[in-house]
DNA sequence: ATGTGACTCGCAGTCCGTT
DNA sequence: AAACGGACTGCGAGTCACA
């Protein structure tokens, strides 16, 4: 596995958020996530999991599947 | 979030190990995971890290994104 | 409004086995 | 081949003060 994947992931959760137009503190409040920890995932530095992950979709609005739509993800 | 997610992430799990005609076995080695924890994914007993999502989706020989193309979470 | 290091604690993940 | 259990270690969850 890339060293880099986390990073990927949390690149796209940045720009699924830029596109509502909230802050890591709002998206932290909807999806019961403290903002330090929505911060780490943007930047790669978080191992998250499947709970998560859904919980942060579902804060977004978005399918799970739309977090991993991402070219490099996909071989 | 709802209780049931995790099963139905194993559950897909399941669904595209056995399209591939692999056992639990098989699919642990490719992925570098153990098989009970294989079969514990499977059962929607545990809750799955990025890193191992893309281990597994990668060993499946499917994008990521593959893994969460279900229905009951595109809701 | 965000980045970051450090911390505790519960669970992710392994390894032994039986059914 | 797979479900399931017990015991173990290390890592992720979750939070804080501060920049």
Redesign the pocket.
């Known amino acids: 596995m890339r060293q880099d994947a986390q990073q990927l992931f949390g690149l796209r959760v940045k720009q699924l958020r830029l596109s509502k137009d909230i ?4 998206l932290g409040a909807l999806s019961n ?5 929505i ?2 995932i ?2 790669g530095k ?4 499947l ?2 992950i859904l919980q942060i979709a579902s804060a977004l609005g978005v399918p799970a599947l739309e977090l991993f739509n991402i070219p490099e993800f996909k071989g």
């Open positions: 802050s890591q503190e709002e996530l403290d903002r330090t920890y911060s780490g943007e930047r978080r191992n998250v999991s709970k998560n």
